[in-house]
């Protein structure tokens, strides 16, 4: 059972302008919402994450929106530069449970052209 | 400091072998955590270990199975190898007992190919 859909499954942008990838959750029992980015040959690496008491959040160039109402929440990549190309996973997770299990999106691969 | 070390990096095996593969969790860090990612696919939990005891399960037949040693490594064992176990395994660790709210460092991984 896919508890957490993403898209798009891949995604093009030109060097500067906005990425922005959509992931939608089913259970209401999450509340912890990580994203990871992860590069070809590596493991997942954590990149930002939001909890359910805010509806925005922000490092550097990438922004989590978070929309508790719709069950969805969003990563934006500001300026994407050529570095940024990767896949990118969102994930939910119960924070008052100590079961490490996180549920992960199928995934986005972002290109970002020169 | 190290990072969370898995090793072999690749492994090629053939149906119904056996495989064992190993993590070192970064020092200082007492839970593991597997996961199993398909070419494509997002990475899918298998196991969670804190001070040695199973903390969380996912939903793989008992061909799976994995243990926590007293120095906080951990191995993943899978019998009867199928063609679809082929997938990268990766080994996470976190501090205190898991929650993923405190972060998860994964390794690189084990790439394991199946034929």
């Known amino acids: 059972q896919q508890q957490v859909k993403q898209s798009p499954q891949s995604l093009i942008v030109q060097k500067g302008g906005i990425s922005i990838i959509n992931c939608a959750y089913e259970?209401?029992?999450?509340?912890?919402f990580p994203w990871y980015q992860q590069f070809p040959g590596k493991g997942p690496a954590l990149l930002i994450a939001?909890?359910?008491?805010?509806s925005e959040k922000k490092e550097g160039r990438f922004t989590i929106s978070f929309n508790k109402s719709a069950k969805q929440f969003s990563l934006h990549i500001m300026d994407s530069q050529p570095g940024d190309s990767a896949t990118y996973f969102c994930?939910?997770?119960?924070?008052?449970?100590?079961?490490?299990?996180?549920?992960f999106g199928q995934g986005t691969t972002l290109q970002v052209k020169p | 400091d190290a990072g969370v070390t898995q090793s072999p990096t690749h492994l090629i095996k053939t149906r119904g072998q056996q495989v064992t593969l190993r993590c070192s969790p970064i020092?200082?860090?007492?839970?593991v955590s597997w996961y199993q990612q398909v070419l494509g696919q997002g990475p899918q939990f298998i196991f969670q270990?804190?001070?040695?005891?199973?903390?969380g399960r996912g939903n793989f037949p008992d061909r799976f199975s994995a243990r926590q040693f007293p120095n906080y490594s951990s191995e993943l064992n899978v019998n009867a190898l199928l063609l679809g176990d082929s997938a990268l395994y990766l080994c996470?660790?976190?501090?205190?007992?898991?929650?993923?709210?405190?972060?998860?460092?994964f390794g690189s991984g084990t790439r394991l190919t199946v034929v």
């Open positions: 996470a660790s976190s501090k205190g007992q898991g929650n993923p709210i405190y972060g998860y460092t």
């Open positions: 259970n209401t029992a999450f509340d912890y």
């Open positions: 939001i909890r359910p008491d805010v």
């Open positions: 994930a939910a997770a119960h924070s008052s449970g100590n079961t490490g299990k996180l549920i």
């Open positions: 020092s200082g860090h007492k839970s």
């Open positions: 270990y804190y001070e040695k005891e199973e903390r």
